[in-house]
């Protein structure tokens, strides 16, 4: 990921296989199922691919973020448009073959600025969001 700047980096491994975790990531809507958002949604009903808009709700965050890359199980990348008082986020998610199984799913992310409460909540959501997407994956 290019940039300078704060990163986050989040690792998990889950039982489930990579097409297990990419069919959470995929599907916006799955996202409050497995996540800690109460509501997700394509922008305008538009397909997940590079361009797309999602749009995350949970009080009192309103995010919409850019989807960057999209290679169907092996990786996704974002960038926040807005929603939240930080400047340059971005973000990859990366599913790779665990050595005994399963799923290994790298969640990394890196910003330019962010003031201290920001900062700590970006850090725990990147943490949870990786935990929780490795956890539903191996559930399913």
């Known amino acids: 990921m290019a940039g300078g700047g704060r990163t986050i980096e989040a690792d998990a491994t889950s039982p489930g296989s990579r097409t297990a975790v990419w069919a959470l990531l ?49 990786r996704m990348g974002y960038e926040l448009l807005e929603g939240m008082p930080v ?22 992310s890196a910003y330019d600025h962010a003031g201290p ?7 725990l959501a990147v943490r949870d969001a990786c935990k929780r997407l490795a956890k539903a994956a191996g559930s399913r």
């Open 26 to 74: 995929e599907d916006a809507g799955a996202w409050s199922r497995w996540g800690s958002w109460s509501r997700v949604e394509m922008e305008d009903g538009a397909a997940p691919g590079v361009g797309a808009v999602r749009v995350l709700h949970r009080a009192p965050y309103h995010l919409r973020e850019r989807i960057t890359e999209w290679v169907p199980g092996e």
């Open 87 to 108: 400047r340059g986020y971005r973000a990859t998610v990366t599913l790779e073959d665990a050595p005994a199984g399963g799923t290994v799913v790298r969640w990394r």
């Open 117 to 123: 409460f920001t900062a700590l909540v970006l850090r």
